[in-house]
């Protein structure tokens, strides 16, 4: 957390808030050192979450408050997304992968309840290829999405979880309590 004087109630609370989630098992959440030019008060989380078929993401949660409000936020509050993840040749080259991406976004958002306003944000799609001496698979193909938006109150936990929700998305996990096809619960 940022800031050099006690931290404002607002963002003491969504602070708070965020430091409640409790993600599903396959999800890591950590806490660590914030941006420090961005905004008066910063905290930042990193998540790394594993999928079916050894997939991967990482990804980083940043939330943003300056009192005096940013004209470009719309408000006091900023949250700041970014996913990255390794995909399957095949996956990368689907036409409507930057949409359905986005949409897992704000899929997720509306899914939990996330009231929020000025969404923004970029999908990349990208691929490698190593020649040479050049240690490391001969290609590789990555997907980041990287988004910023307003909530509209301090009460963060649904924002949280929409990432995480988002997360899961990314590697391919079925929501909770379904299984994806091949997979048996264990009752």
């Known amino acids: 957390m940022t800031g050099t004087s006690a ?47 050894e997939v991967v993401a990482t990804g980083r949660l940043v939330l943003l408050h300056d009192p005096e409000g940013a004209d470009a936020w719309g408000g006091v509050l900023r949250v700041v997304a970014y996913v990255r993840a390794e995909l399957d040749a095949e996956l990368a080259v689907d036409p409507l992968l930057p949409e359905v991406t986005w949409s897992w976004l704000t899929d997720a958002l509306s899914a939990c309840g996330a009231e929020y306003t000025a969404l923004g944000g970029t999908v990349t799609d990208t691929s490698s290829a190593r020649f040479g001496d050049i240690s490391g698979p001969a290609r590789t193909d990555d ?24 997360m899961a998305s990314v590697v391919g996990l079925p929501p909770v309590g379904v299984a994806a096809f091949g997979q048996r619960l264990r009752g």
């Open 7 to 53: 931290a404002p109630e607002l963002f003491t609370r969504a602070v708070a808030a965020l430091r409640s989630l409790r993600p599903r098992p396959e999800l890591r959440i950590d806490e660590v050192r914030a941006p420090q030019r961005l905004a008066p008060w910063a905290c930042a989380f990193t998540a790394e979450v594993d999928g079916p078929g």
């Open 143 to 166: 997907l980041e999405l990287r988004a910023s938006w307003t909530p509209l109150s301090a009460d963060l936990a649904p924002h949280g979880e929409a990432f995480c929700d988002l």
